[in-house]
């Protein structure tokens, strides 16, 4: 089996370098770039399975890159901060963002945070090869793993797919929070519990029409979220 490619994007060659050598023990093929749009490029040449990115870079931000690559690709995105902010961090989730690490960070961790998201965005588990929702308003190919709101790509990271597939699954269920990440991804899920609030919201504003009355993803006050309606 073909390893998985990380790319990892820093701008201090000496952090790279030490990331890119734990990496690379722990079974992985690393590409590195020190500047924003390297690693846009990068990202398009490369075809990394995961991006490591660094939030300071000489030319454009890591929430520029982010929200740039989100456009293009659902790469997922492990985020390296120096801000502890929650808001910081759940800003970075709502851009798109997997998961962070809050700098400054041991490798060990980065590589453990590496595999957890690999683990939960690249496993075999499958639904109905395709779904179809309100008469082709939201469809779900799980081959190619995408949603398609009104015939377009909905361009969902891997792990807004895997909350909207499994709620999928179990049309009516209310998930708490906790429920859902473990359904979702299973227990080596490392983030923050409130972090789903922050990817539905995003998900939500990929899919449903009026994010703010969604149809699709409904809050269950008190309970947690469930989707609203069946199969068409």
Sequence with gaps: MKPYTILVADDEPK???VISDYLQKAGYSVACAYTGRDAISM?????PSLVVLDLML???????????????TSVPVLMLTAKHAEEDRLRGLLLGADDYVTKPCSPKEVVARVGAILRRSYRGETLANRLVYRHGNLVIDDEKQ??????????????????????????GRVFNREELIEAAFGLDFRGESRAIDAHIKNLRSKIEDDPKRPVYIQTVYGMGYRFGILES
């Design 15 to 17: 952090i790279a370098d």
């Design 58 to 72: 000489p030319d454009m931000t890591g929430e520029e890159v982010c929200t740039h690559l989100r456009t293009r």
């Design 146 to 171: 995408l949603a398609l709101r009104g015939g377009t790509d909905a361009s969902l990271t891997l792990m807004e797919y895997r909350l909207l597939a499994t709620l999928c699954r179990h049309p």
């Design 43 to 47: 990202t398009e040449t490369v075809r």
